[in-house]
């Protein structure tokens, strides 16, 4: 019996020092869930890049793709994501949200594009043109078009993505839409004998920012650092080289699942974007966010007056200030 009871005992023992030890260990940090307001695709792998850049410096995340901004958008405001890219400005303001912008990703290089049968925006009066999204950054530069050539566009549709939207002009859906450069250019390689160019908007704003959610953001700083610095690291590294972004690619893997001819194209749209200024090598700063209050008022997707508007309410420039110092920018 005296051996039964020791045994018992050392079992007791055993389970209680295995319980300590279950209720002493940390628990497993979770990722950062970051909200992709577009698909992954050629046009946004430079945002993996320096995701996955910003991953091997600790910095564990999970992304999730939305087909409409607004729903990333929402993620974040909700609670459902830390970090999220998209064009909140508008959202921001209507809600006061706690979300502060952090880098400038891409600046709006969009093209109105239009059935060679319409000669101006004038002929598109009263006519149905097509967005992306509303809200999005190609319905403000209708708006900012609309109003500067005095007319009203007849029903709005939204197809999300530049190349749905190509494909719906070649197929005869739709006559008149705004695109990026990318899928300006291959509509006209592919069919510029039946559609043209419209005169556009010559003064770019955000059309894609990396923002954060406050209280997340006061709790780990130092992720936010990280990556900050990361994105800022890669688009100096782009404005100088935008082969990397292939580079990159290539070696890490991403979009294998791509056919060959789409992959081809990865320099090819990173080079004409750094040329045509989509992408801001410093990542925004003071002047960027106040053009873009200017824009965005003129749009009508943000009330101004805009010189009244505060960057401090809509961005928190301390941690690109900080990385743009450590990278010698």
Known sequence: MQAIRKTRALMTAAVLAAAATIVAAPATAQPVQVALGDTISVETVSIVIALERAKERGFDYKLTSFAKEDLAIQAVINGQAEIGAATPYSVMQKTKAPIRGLFQLTRLIFFGVADKSIKSWKDLDGQPFTFHARGSGTEAIGNIIAKREGINFGQRNYIAGSENRIIAMI???????????????KLLERAGDRFHVLPGVTNP?????????????????????????????????????????????????LLKDQPKEVLDGVTKFYTQGAEAGLFNAKGGGVDAVKSDF???????????????????????????DKAQKKLGS
């Open 205 to 253: 704003a955000s059309d894609e920012v990396l923002f954060v959610r406050v209280d997340w953001m006061q709790k780990n700083p130092q992720k936010v650092d990280i990556l900050v610095e990361e994105f800022a690291k890669l688009w100096a590294e782009m404005a100088r080289n935008p082969g990397i972004i292939e580079q990159e690619r290539a070696k890490r893997g």
């Open 171 to 185: 197929n005869g859906q739709i006559k008149a839409t705004i695109v990026d450069l990318a899928n300006k250019n």
């Open 294 to 320: 200017e824009f965005y008022v003129e749009a009508g997707q943000m009330q101004g007056p805009a010189e009244s508007l505060k960057v401090e309410d809509f961005w928190d420039l301390r941690p690109l």
